[in-house]
């Protein structure tokens, strides 16, 4: 097998319910909804601006991505109650004029690595052995929980950002039970 091309990792909802379960830091928790819900990539998470969330449309603005477009992305009902938790009781800072929507202890912006620490931390804390980090849990495991609950793939390639829905079929694993369930659904004599 190619890289790639073997059986892909992802984490299921019983993963990510731990691993929110696991999380009691109020930003920490904002920040792996907001990734998990907004289905970003770290490098757009630490990029965020409060002038980018829209808690009322349940948006986020996202600029400059990895294709160097502008987009919309959404968050759950959910994430946007713990986004309006942290922003009660978090100051709002300037740095290089702008605010940053989740900044570090000492007043920086997050940087992608210091995300994948963090994620790395409450997945073993939540006893998750699977491989995988941020990346699996942020954009990997969304695309194949929208698809397992039967959302259509061109539905996933809009929320995923994507230009080209190939790209969208590498995230898009279908979980076993799926497979089995639509198996039994739609091979009948």
Not at 47 to 65: S, V
Not at 122 to 144: D, M
Request: hydrophobic share 35%; glycine share 4%.
């Amino acid at each position: 097998l190619k890289p790639n091309e073997g059986i892909p990792y992802y984490f299921d909802e019983e993963d990510v319910l731990k691993i929110f379960s696991v999380c009691s830091n109020i930003k920490h928790l904002a920040m792996l909804q907001t990734l998990f819900y907004g289905c970003l990539r770290s490098s757009e998470l630490c990029k965020l601006d409060d002038i980018d969330l829209n808690l009322e449309t349940k948006t986020l603005r996202l600029r400059e991505t990895k294709s160097n477009r502008d987009g919309i992305a959404y968050i759950s009902d959910e994430c946007a109650d713990t986004l309006r938790t942290y922003l009660k009781i978090r100051p709002p800072i300037t740095i290089d004029d702008r605010t940053p929507l989740f900044y570090t202890d000492h007043a920086n912006r997050w940087h992608r690595n210091d995300i994948h620490r963090m994620f790395v931390n409450y997945k073993k804390k939540a006893n998750i052995r699977k491989p995988g980090g941020v990346h699996v849990f942020s954009r990997h495991s969304p695309a194949t929980i929208m698809i397992a609950n039967g959302c259509d793939i061109r539905i996933v390639k809009e929320v995923l950002r994507h230009k080209d829905i190939k790209t969208t079929l590498r995230y898009a694993h279908v979980a076993d039970h799926t497979k089995r369930e639509r198996y039994d659904e739609y091979l009948k004599l």
